[in-house]
C-alpha cells in the first residue's frame, strides 16, 4: 500500500527554470514531511523539512509547500542548477509508529 | 564528525547463502533502522533498532533480522538469499527512536547470483 504518492517519476527542467515535486498522502497521522536527495552511489540526504501546522518552508532556493486539508505538499527549486540532478524523495512519519515512509521518488535532471 | 558508516560497499552472494551487514551510527546516535532499496519497490522500511531492542518491523520474511549493540553499532542478516533481495541496503541513524531527521549511510549493494 503506497501511503505517500510522488510525482512525477522524471522531470528535465532547463538550467535557471523552476523544478516542481508533488506529493500527496492518505494518513492524516503524518506528523512530519521531510524531502530527501540522493546521488548515484551515494545515500539519500536531508534537504528540508516541514511541519504540518507551516504552510510553507523556504532554505535558499528550496521551498516545501504543505496544504493540509489537501494532504498534498511539494518541493519547488528555484534557479534550478546541473548540480542539482539527483533522485528526490519526499517522505512522511507517523510519530506515533515511528515508521518513516517515502514516495517513490523523482528523477531531476537540469540541462543548461 | 563521521557520518553513518555501512560495511562492505558491495557484496556479490549466490541464492540459498547468508549475509551480514554492518552498520556503524554518528557518534551519540542511539537509534538505527534499515532500509531496502530497489528500482521497483522504492525505499522500503525493515527495522529499527534502539537501546539493543527491535522497536519497529516492516513488512519483510523473516529471513530478514538484525541486531544492535551496546555501542549502537548494528547488523542486519538475511538468510537463504533469494534473487529477490538484490537492493541496496541503506542504513539510518538518528538521536533517539523515531527521531527526526535521519542521517543515511551510503548503503551495501548486495547482488544475489
Known amino acids: 500500500q503506497q501511503q505517500v504518492k510522488q510525482s512525477p517519476q522524471s522531470l528535465i527542467v532547463q538550467k535557471g527554470g523552476i523544478s516542481i515535486i508533488n506529493c500527496a498522502y492518505e494518513n492524516t497521522a503524518f506528523d512530519y514531511f521531510p524531502w530527501y536527495q540522493q546521488f548515484p552511489g551515494k545515500g539519500p540526504a536531508l534537504l528540508i523539512a516541514i511541519r504540518p501546522d507551516v504552510s510553507e518552508k523556504k532554505e535558499g532556493r528550496f521551498t516545501i509547500s504543505f496544504n493540509k486539508s489537501a494532504k498534498q505538499f511539494s518541493l519547488h527549486i528555484m534557479d534550478s542548477q546541473p548540480g542539482d540532478s539527483a533522485t528526490y524523495f519526499c517522505a512522511a512519519i507517523d510519530f506515533g509508529n515511528e515508521k518513516l515512509t517515502f514516495g517513490t521518488g523523482t528523477r531531476l535532471t537540469i540541462i543548461p | 564528525k563521521a557520518g553513518v558508516t555501512q560495511t562492505p560497499r558491495y557484496l556479490i552472494k549466490t541464492r540459498g547463502q547468508q549475509v551480514t551487514l554492518s552498520c556503524s551510527p554518528i557518534?551519540?546516535?542511539?537509534?538505527v533502522s534499515w532500509y531496502q532499496q530497489t528500482p521497483g519497490q522504492g525505499l522500503q522500511f525493515l527495522f529499527e533498532?534502539?537501546?539493543?531492542?527491535?522497536?519497529n518491523k516492516g513488512n519483510f520474511p523473516g529471513r530478514f533480522s538484525g541486531r544492535q549493540f551496546s555501542n549502537s553499532r548494528s547488523e542486519m542478516n538475511v538468510s537463504t538469499l533469494e534473487l529477490g533481495d538484490s537492493a541496496l541496503y541503506l542504513c539510518?541513524?538518528?538521536?533517539?527512536?523515531?527521531?527526526?531527521?535521519?542521517?543515511f549511510g551510503d548503503g551495501t549493494r548486495l547482488s544475489i547470483l
Open positions: 539510518a541513524s538518528s538521536l533517539d527512536v523515531g527521531a527526526q531527521p535521519q542521517h
Open positions: 557518534s551519540g546516535h542511539r537509534s
Open positions: 533498532y534502539f537501546s539493543e531492542t527491535q522497536r
